[in-house]
């Protein structure tokens, strides 16, 4: 599951856009997640509930608005006295209202509060401007892509497919097939993977998916964070909530027995994160 995220100037924008996305998806059977935000705030509370896109389409020629961001009343101009003759002010003035500079600095502010509240370069930027120019200083909030107005479905398409291999390449992704469609699940996703019969059921925050295999087989493809704490599945530490020595809850409230060989183990594992 790939988490494409896009901070929309309008309902039409986003829409548009979704609606690219979802048919890149379709037509590559990949399996997207689309999330749309119009404020600031509605993003940094998905980072909170760590609904952290791959992916994020960032809108530049727009100011990125808090919903708590109290109305901006634009002043009466008045000359400071700092020494300058009053036509240097205004000239100084009209440059520091340039569309440009301001476009910028509010998509660098947004950019470099994610890289910072992330801690990592795995999200992906992709931003949309009107012009070329706007990618002046863009460059510190280390962007996968820069894409010019007006839009085209083709262009869209080819940033997503580049986007999507470095997030393929930089997250670890579980892989399996049912039927004819492929699935890469994210492995920091994943809560647990439960053995019934012939059939693996895998535990996403999103829902479940089921494929054909065998669960000893799963283990040798997982990293350490995945524990076997017994015969029938194997948990990811990452996302236990509770523990006691015979059994553990994971975060979305399914309760686990560990057996008894396994329980040494699990508990040093987990006590020593």
Known sequence: MYRIGIMERSVEFGTRLESWFLEYGEKMRLPLEICRWKFEDELMAALDDNRIPDILFLEVGD???????PAVRRSIWAPKLDGRTREAQLHHRKASEDGTEGINRAGIALGKK??????????????IAPRRDFYEGLVQTQPMDLLIEPLTEARVHSSLRKAIAVVKNKNERFYFKWGKDSFFLPLRD???????????????PWGEYEYNGNIKDVKGE???????IHRSYIINKNHVKRYEYEYLEM???????????????????????
Do not use: A, H, W
């Open 190 to 204: 994943i809560l647990y993977i439960c053995s019934d019969c012939r059939k693996l059921q895998i535990k996403v």
């Open 63 to 69: 100011k990125v608005i808090s919903k708590e961001q």
């Open 114 to 127: 994610l890289r910072e509240r992330l801690d990592c370069t795995s999200l992906q930027l992709i931003y």
């Open 222 to 228: 997982l990293p350490e964070d995945f524990l076997p």
């Open 251 to 273: 975060m979305d409230g399914m309760v686990f027995s560990i057996s008894r060989p396994n329980r040494p183990m699990v508990r040093q594992i987990l006590l020593d994160r």
